[in-house]
């Protein structure tokens, strides 16, 4: 048996899978989170009332059997404007699913029961979950159920998804509906308005909302009149605020990345840093080896090589737990939504629209979905410049690289990590500016921005703790994985030369000699050693590989890697430190980002150019960082200043030459478009 | 040489089996742990 959930974006459809399946897929108080669909069992719990509910209908004689719950993603139509309102349209229309449960939010039914009234006409069973029942109870408002379930002829169970309410009702209805609706046709009421309405598809669409704003204004009772100023419409005019609203969301994001780094999260990495992963567990696993007389290499390779490269890493799970803990409860509270208003403005500036700050505000967490949640942009030039720009948002998987840079060359400072999204931020809108002359033709529109704010509301601490637990699961099964596979090969790749002998000195090592090859392309970066090009390459399979590849090399140093008088002070200057991390940050990403990528941009002529574009940026914004700052640091010119200058002129004739070709593109297709207009 | 033998198949066995799930996630474009939002598709081929 499957059952489909649909409703209109942010209705409350993966909350319900979340609480029904036991999933934990990820949830946003905005619209477009879910872009593809997604599937599980029931649980267990829901799995014996569905259980029960067959048995009661079919007198003990058949079994439910195996139920799949499908969540798709938030559709406002049958006719899909984007490409994940496709995949509903395509899902519920093309595969059968036994019963369609429509979750609608009850705050905004009028909006919602448009899109139930062409779920209706598919002749599937349906239940409608009337959902955020709690929140319409608050405001003293009111649905008649039994009248709004008679009228459309259909069950209807209120529920709410975040407190588990009217759960085990609305899935007990679902088997039953998939039995004893088959077959069933639409109420009179709504075939006798669509009837009326004539066989034009805008007739059709005028005559299902006047049905649909009849109905609401027969069964919906509002205590307060719709134009009453609430208390999330007073505070919007400060937060979501063009320019009140940019300095609340700085001092907010400086406030949980201080609380992050300096704080609770701060604290407990350098105990598991300096404490656990630098002292007691090497300390007992090289007395463990030696009393059981393990060979030298293997205990190294054990010791220096996997443990300190992992737990390099893993030092940083508490810093990302606090910083997405504090997310999750932005998030769930509604602010978020703001940002993307407030953006929305800048942006417009920029050719994108507030649509493009969603995928960014995903692509804290990971660039993967960030890339994915492009999905919802209409536009193709707008969607690809957001997939390209999307990754330049720093993600959890860089905050350890930026995290002990942080720590060594700018101890107890509050403003590194501000400043690198700041930086950041400095670096979409130049980059979105690069693009969009590349890119874009004159007259093409950018897409409209309309995003349905939700009420302010207290952020569930479940759902931050379960946010919070997810990542750093994922982080703990990375580490386990990649970065420990990654770990192992660096360190044979720095322990053995060609001849497949253990080295003396390292730079005598394959790595040394690898690395050695790309070091020279980062002299006029200030990163000219084949330690720094290793790490940075090996970043590109992980980001975390960049800390857990230094690690390792600098696994010999007697002081710790998080010291600031340790082995890193040795190799970096606090402005070649900046530019590393800067061209860790904007350069491509990962393997699994680029690889969301291609299939995004589609084709690969596409993520050629996207790759360019990301390593040029990288390469760009590292180079004046280490030039400009080591002229004003220490007041002469860094290393490399000669091919930096050639470098720097030979991207700006790249960029200038690339605008030439699209102005003659453009100029091209005017000239085409004016001659057919004169024909 | 014993503790070598042993010691050497448990971690080599370990990291056998993390490149193998790192390999097929690889495959797949996504990260091990799926923690980020990875497809139904994406999931199903890489096992996780």
């Known amino acids: 048996m499957k059952i489909a959930l649909a409703g209109n974006p942010n209705s409350g459809k993966t909350t319900l899978f979340n609480a029904i399946t036991g999933r934990t897929e990820y949830v946003g108080n905005w619209p477009g989170v879910t872009v593809e669909k997604k599937e599980a069992d029931l649980n267990r719990v829901f799995r014996r009332i569905a259980a029960k509910a067959f048995a009661e209908i079919s007198g003990g004689a058949h079994s439910s059997g195996r139920i799949r719950v499908v969540d798709l993603p938030g559709a406002y139509s049958i006719s899909p404007f984007t490409s994940e309102e496709a995949i509903t349209r395509d899902f519920v229309t093309g595969e059968n699913p036994d019963v369609i449960i429509n979750i609608i939010d009850c705050s905004s039914l009028e909006r919602s029961l448009f899109f139930t009234t062409q779920l209706l006409e598919?002749?599937?069973?349906?239940?409608?979950?009337?959902?955020?029942?709690?929140?319409?109870?608050?405001?003293?408002?009111?649905?008649?159920?039994?009248?709004?379930?008679?009228a459309l002829d259909c069950r209807i169970i209120e529920v709410s998804a975040n407190d588990g309410e009217g759960l085990d009702k609305l899935v007990a209805e679902a088997v039953?509906?998939?039995?004893?609706?088959?077959?069933?046709?639409?109420?009179?009421?709504?075939?006798?308005?669509v009837a009326g309405a004539g066989g034009d598809e805008d007739g059709l669409d005028r005559a299902r909302q006047a049905y649909a704003k009849t109905i609401t204004g027969k069964y919906f009772f509002r205590k307060r009149s719709a134009n009453e100023i609430t208390f999330s419409d007073k505070a919007d005019r400060v937060v979501a605020h063009p320019v009140f609203g940019l300095i609340i969301f700085a001092l907010i994001m400086w406030g949980v990345y201080a609380l992050s780094i300096n704080g609770?999260?701060?604290?407990?990495?350098?105990?598991?840093?300096?404490?656990?992963?630098?002292?007691?567990?090497?300390?007992?696993?090289?007395?463990?080896?030696?009393?059981?007389?393990?060979?030298?290499?293997?205990?190294?390779?054990?010791?220096?090589?996997?443990?300190?490269?992992?737990?390099?890493?893993?030092?940083?799970?508490?810093?990302?737990?606090?910083?997405?803990?504090?997310?999750?409860l932005l998030e769930d509270s509604g602010y978020m939504a703001r940002v993307a208003v407030v953006m929305d403005r800048y942006f417009k500036k920029i050719g994108l629209s507030g649509k493009s700050i969603i995928p960014m505000i995903v692509g804290t967490g990971c660039s993967i979905p960030g890339v994915m949640?492009?999905?919802?942009i209409e536009d193709d030039t707008e969607r690809r410049i957001t997939t390209i720009l999307t990754p330049f948002v720093p993600c959890g998987a860089k905050l350890p690289v930026i995290a002990l840079f942080a720590a060594v060359f700018f101890p107890g400072a509050t403003w590194v990590f501000p400043s690198i999204y700041l930086l950041a931020g400095l670096v979409i809108i130049a980059g979105g500016l690069l693009l969009k002359k590349i890119f874009r033709y004159e007259g093409e529109n950018i897409s409209s921005f309309i995003l349905e704010l939700p009420e302010y509301k207290l952020p569930s601490l479940k759902h931050a703790l379960r946010q919070m637990l997810k990542q750093a699961?994922?982080?703990?099964?990375?580490?386990?994985?990649?970065?420990?596979?990654?770990?192992?090969?660096?360190?044979?790749?720095?322990?053995?030369?060609?001849?497949?002998?253990?080295?003396?000195?390292?730079?005598?090592?394959?790595?040394?000699?690898?690395?050695?090859?790309?070091?020279?392309?980062?002299?006029?970066?200030?990163?000219?050693?084949?330690?720094?090009?290793?790490?940075?390459?090996?970043?590109?399979?992980?980001?975390?590989?960049?800390?857990?590849?230094?690690?390792?090399?600098?696994?010999?140093?007697e002081d710790a890697l998080y010291t600031a008088t340790g082995p890193l002070a040795e190799m970096f200057t606090p402005v070649t430190a900046f530019a590393f991390l800067a061209f860790n940050l904007f350069a491509p990403p990962c393997f699994a980002a680029v690889g969301a990528m291609n299939s995004e941009l589609g084709g690969r002529?596409?993520?050629?150019?996207?790759?360019?574009?990301?390593?040029?940026?990288?390469?760009a914004v590292a180079m004046l960082i280490t030039q400009i700052g080591t002229l004003i640091v220490y007041g002469r010119p860094a290393d490399g200043a000669l091919a930096s200058i050639i470098i720097a002129a030979a991207l700006v004739g790249l960029v200038i030459a690339a605008i030439r070709i699209r102005n003659g593109k453009t100029r091209g297709i005017s000239n085409t478009m004016r001659e057919e207009n004169a024909l | 040489m014993m503790a070598n033998i042993i010691i050497g198949i448990v971690f080599f066995g370990i990291v056998a089996f993390a490149a193998y799930k790192t390999i097929k996630s690889m495959r797949s474009n996504s990260c091990p742990g799926c923690a980020c939002g990875?497809?139904?598709?994406?999931?199903?081929?890489?096992?996780c």
């Open chain 1, 264 to 328: 609770i999260g701060g604290w407990a990495s350098g105990y598991i840093n300096d404490v656990l992963f630098a002292e007691a567990i090497p300390d007992a696993l090289n007395s463990f080896f030696e009393s059981i007389g393990l060979s030298p290499i293997l205990q190294m390779l054990i010791v220096d090589g996997a443990v300190g490269g992992v737990g390099a890493v893993l030092g940083f799970i508490p810093l990302i737990m606090v910083l997405f803990f504090c997310l999750a």
């Open chain 1, 605 to 619: 002529r596409w993520i050629f150019k996207a790759l360019l574009f990301q390593l040029g940026v990288g390469y």
């Open chain 1, 373 to 376: 949640a492009t999905r919802t």
């Open chain 1, 473 to 557: 699961i994922a982080f703990i099964k990375k580490a386990a994985t990649i970065i420990l596979v990654m770990n192992t090969l660096v360190w044979f790749m720095q322990t053995y030369g060609w001849n497949l002998r253990p080295v003396e000195d390292q730079s005598m090592s394959i790595l040394a000699a690898i690395g050695g090859v790309a070091a020279p392309l980062l002299l006029p970066l200030g990163l000219a050693s084949w330690q720094m090009a290793s790490s940075i390459v090996t970043g590109f399979i992980a980001k975390e590989n960049v800390v857990a590849t230094l690690a390792i090399l600098l696994a010999s140093s």
């Open chain 1, 176 to 193: 039953k509906a998939s039995v004893q609706d088959r077959e069933k046709l639409p109420a009179a009421g709504f075939d006798t308005a």
């Open chain 2, 38 to 47: 990875c497809s139904d598709e994406q999931r199903r081929s890489c096992g």
């Open chain 1, 122 to 150: 598919l002749g599937i069973p349906l239940v409608i979950a009337l959902n955020k029942v709690d929140i319409i109870r608050r405001h003293g408002d009111k649905v008649d159920v039994s009248g709004l379930a008679d």
